[in-house]
């Protein structure tokens, strides 16, 4: 689908050599507007310097900017990235005009390494000249690290005859992995839209899509959700209790969940995407547990790389996944094949082997205990991904 600009919103990216030459790796997001935003952010104890501090700034439920980097991830750079990363959110509100507590900072890339600020300093004047240069798919492009594709969505929305627009910009591809799912997500709308709004429909768009994903089992220092309305499309303002938050979440949450989606198709190495539901579950958090335990079973992830419908491993992930289960009413679906009933092997295993020869993989396990239900998407795991991996820093 054609991807929109929201009105009011301005790129620019450059390049910084932040890791290295060759590449844009600095960029702006600019409001012409002051905006209402909301944010979430990984939930690892080890935060990177602006997690730290965009938790700090998005307590307003105001911005105007964003500046990010690849390369560096500011993360475990003590007292110096925090410093780091305010003077990078400084040097882009001087060539503003702008409050630097209305610029905010993302980062990602290597962890424990200083960020080259000598870098940083020279090419933000240009940065700031350059806004309106760019266009969101350079932006998306700029924020990629290990990522292959960038990864860009748009939806619009009617509210009251004022067409809105929704555009969403992220990276990820390693070290995805929930609560949050290494990720940065940027949501720009020109809605009219209150803070409290616009943050009730963050926090259900991810929690259906970037928080049911997993690469690799493996959460980041850095990971980053912010969303920024600047109510430019001229719209009768949304609150929760308006009719246009239903359809304006539900937006939200469709382009969420296709990056999603994208991110585990871009999961470093992989070649498959793999949809886990795990229903008749005693609880919907029972089934979230097992569908993230399977879903982050190594045994399982190399087993579909290689065509192998061995069941085995899926019931091994549900008999430790900590949840209520009865081996004997377990049923295991594979592409719609079924290779487990009431516990016990049907002998379908080289039909399922035969279904799991294509890029996308449907398991679906029935507990047959309750009605809880939920679904993850992963990848499978191959040998570039230890390549990728190994020579990550090099």
């Known amino acids: 689908m054609d991807i929109l600009t929201p009105k009011g919103f301005l790129f620019s990216a450059v390049e910084a050599a932040i890791k290295k030459p060759g590449r844009k790796d600095l960029a702006l997001i600019y409001s012409e507007q002051e905006a209402v935003m909301a944010g979430m952010f990984t939930t690892s104890k080890v935060k990177a310097a602006p997690v730290r501090l965009g938790m700090q700034r998005l307590r307003k439920g105001k911005g105007q900017a964003i500046v990010i980097n690849s390369g560096n991830a500011n993360a475990c750079t003590g007292d110096q990235g925090m410093k780091d990363a305010k003077e990078m959110t400084e040097l882009v509100a001087n060539g503003l005009g702008i409050s630097p507590q209305m610029v905010n900072v993302c980062s990602t890339g290597v962890i424990g390494t200083p960020m080259p600020m000598e870098r940083v300093r020279q090419k933000s004047p240009l940065l700031v000249d350059e806004k309106g240069k760019a266009t969101v798919h350079d932006l998306a492009a700029a924020i990629m690290t290990t990522d292959t594709f960038p990864k860009l969505m748009s939806r619009t929305i009617d509210v009251r005859g004022k067409e809105v627009t929704i555009t969403a910009a992220c990276k990820g591809a390693g070290m995805i992995c929930p609560n949050m799912a290494t ?133 091994g992930a549900l008999g430790r996944a900590g949840i209520s289960m009865k081996e004997e009413k377990v049923e295991i679906s594979i592409n719609g094949v079924k290779t487990v009933s009431k516990g016990l092997a049907t002998g379908r295993d080289e039909e399922a082997n035969e279904a799991m020869k294509t890029t996308e993989v449907k398991l679906i396990v029935d507990l047959h205990l309750g009605k809880g239900s939920a679904k993850v998407l992963t990848c499978d795991l191959t040998e570039e991904y230890i390549k990728i991996n190994a020579e990550y820093r090099t």
């Open 183 to 315: 990720m940065l997500c940027f949501i720009m709308t020109d809605a009219r839209i209150e803070a409290t709004a616009l943050k009730a429909a963050l926090k259900e768009a991810v929690m259906k899509s970037f928080n049911r994903i997993t690469v690799d089992g493996d959460m980041s220092t850095n990971d980053t959700v912010l969303a920024m309305a600047n109510g430019m499309a001229g719209n009768t303002l949304i609150t929760e209790r308006s009719q246009a938050f239903k359809s304006f979440t539900q937006a939200l949450a469709e382009i969420t969940y296709e990056l999603g989606k994208m991110i585990v198709r871009d999961g470093e190495g992989a070649t498959k995407v793999v949809d886990v539901e795990v229903k008749g579950a005693k609880t919907e958090k029972d089934a979230h547990k097992a569908a993230m335990t399977i879903s982050n079973s190594l045994l399982v992830k190399t087993a579909i790389y290689g065509n192998d419908s061995n069941w085995g491993r899926i019931m």
